[in-house]
Every structure is written in C-alpha cells, then in structure tokens.
C-alpha cells in the first residue's frame, strides 16, 4: 500500500490563480506535514497539521485534514511564479515513532 | 533562522569505496534523521537517532550504514561499500522533539560509478 499519495501527479495554473493539492493516506497518523522542493534542492516545511486539527492556514497556504477520509489538501492562493515546485505530503504514523512516510508529490508550474 | 547544513553538496565515487555525508543539525535539536531521494523517486526515511542511538531504521538501511555523532555538532551517514543503486540525494533532518516537524538541509548528491 502507498502512503501519502498526491493528486494530481502535475499541475499548470497562471499566476494569480489557486492551486489545490490533496493527499491521501492510508495508516492513522500523529501528524502531516507538506513540504515544498525545488528543483531537486532541500525539502522546506510548508506546514504541520495534527489528527486533531481540521484546517490549519499559514500565510497564503491553507491546508486541511479529514482523517475520516485520510485526506489532506494544501491550497496555494494567488499563486506566484515563485511558487513553482514539487509538493510533497508527509505522515506520522499514530503508532510509530517519528518517521516521515512520504508520497510522490505534486509538481506545480505557475505560469505567469 | 538556524538551518540544517550538509556537506559536501556534491559526491562522486568509485562503487566499493566507502563515504561519509555530515550534517549539523540545528543545535538545540535532539532528534536526528537521514533520509534518501532517488532521482524520480519518493522521498525515503533510513534512520532516526537520539540519545546517541538508533530509534527506528528502514529495510534499506542495512549493515553497510552507519550513523554517528561523533561530537556535539556533527551527525554523519556512513556507506561503507558502495553500490550503483546507493546514488541518490541524501537529506539529513532534525527535529526538537518526537514527532514534531523536521527541518531539512540541502541534500548531498552522491553518484556511484
């Protein structure tokens, strides 16, 4: 089974315009967490959402969580060419220990 | 803003031939991690490390790794015979406590020739 799994796999806007991301899993988790990469450099943290948190916001990100679902989406407002990148979703597993499961991401372009 | 940093940025060897990546993790960080991204691939966890052991280790980290820290500051990854399919981006990470977010440094891109 594939945790952490986004959707969609790319994603082409222009600037101004909103990009959504989701992310589903499949274990109970601690927490997630989006990442942001660009170009194959270090991942930067984005933002953590706990299991009991249902939507959390941070500057122009807005992410929520329905662990009824095991879904996650990261919505990016107003979207800039800067924005430009692959995002990536990772779990902590409610019963594990600390470990970053990690799904395949979302590469977004942003076009402007 | 402290920062996770890696070296060397860039790595090249001979496969058999063993390497040492170093990270300083931030420094009032307690938990410790390496991670590896193959070129296309998911992001995947090898090692967490506290209290000078190791907490949680992957199928892939087997026993040609190694973690150590060998001071206050440095915490290093150790392939001690390396193989074609060790070349990767390797990220190491740290966090102030479990389960808490993990700062990322800037990767170390090893090839295995």
């Known amino acids: 089974s594939q945790q952490g799994e986004e959707d969609p796999q790319a994603l082409s806007i222009q600037e101004g315009e909103n990009a959504t991301m989701n992310c589903s899993y499949k274990t109970s988790i601690n927490n997630l967490q989006w990442y942001r990469q660009n170009s194959g450099r270090g991942l930067v943290h984005l933002i953590l959402i706990r299991s009991n948190e249902r939507e959390k916001h941070s500057g122009r990100l807005r992410v929520t969580l329905d662990t009824s679902k095991k879904s996650s989406s990261l919505l990016i407002t107003a979207s800039r060419a800067a924005d430009t990148a692959s995002y990536f979703c990772a779990t902590v597993d409610r019963a594990g220990y600390s470990t970053l499961t990690f799904g395949k991401g979302t590469m977004l372009l942003v076009s402007p | 803003e402290p920062e996770v940093t890696q070296t060397p940025s860039h790595q090249v060897t001979q496969m058999g031939q063993e390497v040492i990546l170093r990270c300083v993790p931030i420094?009032?960080?307690?938990?410790f991690y390496w991670y590896r991204q193959i070129l296309g691939q998911k992001v995947e966890f090898l090692v967490s490390?506290?209290?000078?052991?190791?907490?949680?280790k992957s199928e892939i980290f087997d026993d040609q790794f190694s973690v150590e820290r060998p001071d206050g500051s440095n915490f290093t990854l150790k392939i001690r015979s390396t193989k074609l399919e060790d070349s990767a981006m390797y990220f190491c990470?740290?966090?102030?406590?479990?389960?808490?977010?993990?700062?990322f440094g800037p990767g170390t891109r090893l090839l295995v020739l």
């Open positions: 990470a740290s966090s102030e406590a479990l389960r808490e977010t993990q700062y």
């Open positions: 420094s009032n960080h307690l938990y």
């Open positions: 490390f506290y209290n000078n052991e190791i907490s949680e």
